[in-house]
């Protein structure tokens, strides 16, 4: 494929390899074996909803990248990826949904009759062990079919890779910032009380897809998450088909995706008066992320963060025992976090340009809940907030 219809360079691509293989040789491994999709892409371009069934990229410490997909899947590569053909292999449909055979006896098969079995057995194999779409069958095959490797966990070494972004890839994020400010923008003007919120989703999901004038949106890796009420006391619940009501808190998180970068954002509305205990919270939370943000440097420790946010908190007798927030990019279903670098009292990393993460100060309490988040790039002398939505409770009145 020309390079000029793919996102990224033929420098970009490679400088990314380069930067795999430097962190394979410091752990010794002959090879990794990739399933996970977003790193899959971020090595070959190769974009599809075709994770759901088994595919793996095989990356020798020297020579050419295999990757192997189901037959249908694998004919298109070229498509979005920059590899050749000749490198994009399809493994037969009879290997779909089997119990007693799996897809990846047959690459297994196929590794070997490319003679890179023999080449890589002197080392370390590293496999992606806790990828989403990494199951404890395919391991099993590999493990069966080439009992002369010596497989290792590879502790998510493509995504510590991704860590530090791109110009390209930040481009991209600001970008998927305008999608999610559009999407956010739309749920403020439609959660009233008497509305479902089912409908209330729909409209969000529809400026999640269409975008701007200036950028179209690409799904996200989750759908908007929206507790409401009393159950805006826990994190992660989806929507239903009630109505909204009076003196209900609703937070709302979703994100904006471009080309499968991801800006998350999280606010919360209250449907009339909100309670002392809201204001308290809310205030509380809005101070703290406020208090991270004009802190955030390059050479500041991630756990510095967490510690500025914590005594904020413990100023008001509050306390949150999930993490801050974590590193953001690239990403498919079912998340839109890299794995890596989480803000939290125990993560020593150093902050460097060009990360970026998603602020959380989520408070669950009993009962209600409050969310306030903020995506951020680490710039050369302090932050860059890719989103300017106003930081708080966001209250409608009837």
């Known amino acids: 494929m020309d390079f000029s219809d793919l996102d990224f360079s033929a420098q970009e691509y490679a400088e990314r390899l380069t930067g795999v293989r430097d962190r394979m040789s410091?752990?010794?491994?002959?090879?990794?074996?990739?399933?996970?999709?977003?790193?899959?892409?971020?090595?070959?371009?190769?974009?599809?909803?075709?994770?759901?069934?088994?595919?793996?990229?095989?990356?020798?410490?020297?020579?050419?990248?295999?990757?192997?997909?189901?037959?249908?899947?694998a004919r298109p590569g070229f498509r979005t990826s920059w590899m050749p053909m000749d490198q994009i292999i399809g493994y037969p449909e009879r290997y779909i949904h089997r119990p007693h055979i799996h897809p990846f006896d047959w690459v297994s098969f196929m590794l070997r009759e490319r003679g890179v079995v023999a080449e890589c057995a002197d080392g370390y194999i590293g496999m992606e062990m806790d990828a989403h779409f990494f199951s404890p069958k395919g391991y099993r095959a590999f493990v069966n079919a080439i009992p002369e490797w010596d497989f290792v966990d590879c502790y998510e070494l493509v995504n510590w890779v991704r860590l530090i972004k791109s110009d390209r890839e930040i481009e991209l994020m600001r970008k998927a910032?305008?999608?999610?400010?559009?999407?956010?923008?739309?749920?403020?003007?439609?959660?009233?009380?008497?509305?479902?919120?089912?409908?209330?989703v729909g409209e969000v999901s529809r400026a999640q897809i269409s975008g701007t004038e200036e950028v179209g949106g690409d799904y996200p890796a989750i759908v908007p998450m929206m507790p409401t009420g009393e159950a805006s006391d826990a994190p992660h619940l989806t929507w239903t088909e009630d109505r909204f009501e009076e003196g209900q808190a609703v937070v709302l998180e979703l994100a904006g995706a471009y080309k499968r970068y991801h800006t998350p954002l999280a606010r919360s509305v209250i449907l009339g008066q909100p309670s002392d205990e809201l204001v308290r919270v809310s205030s509380t939370a809005d101070e703290g992320i406020n208090a991270v943000m004009d802190a955030i440097k390059p050479g500041l420790p991630v756990r510095e963060l967490a510690r500025i946010w914590n005594e904020v908190l413990w100023a008001q007798g509050l306390e949150k025992p999930s993490r801050l927030g974590y590193s953001i990019g690239l990403g498919y279903p079912p998340d839109w976090g890299e794995r890596t670098v989480s803000i939290r009292t125990e993560d020593d990393t150093i902050l460097e340009e060009n990360m970026t993460f998603h602020l959380i100060g989520g408070m669950w309490m009993k009962g209600y809940g409050y969310e306030l988040s903020e995506p951020f790039r680490v710039s050369a002398n302090g932050v860059e907030a890719f989103t300017s939505f106003p930081r708080q409770l966001k209250q409608i009145r009837s």
Do not use: K
């Open 177 to 200: 910032a305008t999608v999610a400010t559009a999407a956010m923008s739309v749920a403020l003007d439609v959660i009233r009380p008497g509305a479902r919120q089912c409908d209330v």
């Open 26 to 73: 410091a752990q010794g491994l002959s090879a990794l074996l990739i399933a996970d999709p977003a790193n899959i892409n971020y090595l070959t371009g190769y974009n599809a909803w075709s994770f759901y069934t088994p595919q793996i990229l095989f990356v020798p410490a020297e020579g050419d990248m295999l990757f192997f997909a189901r037959e249908m899947d």
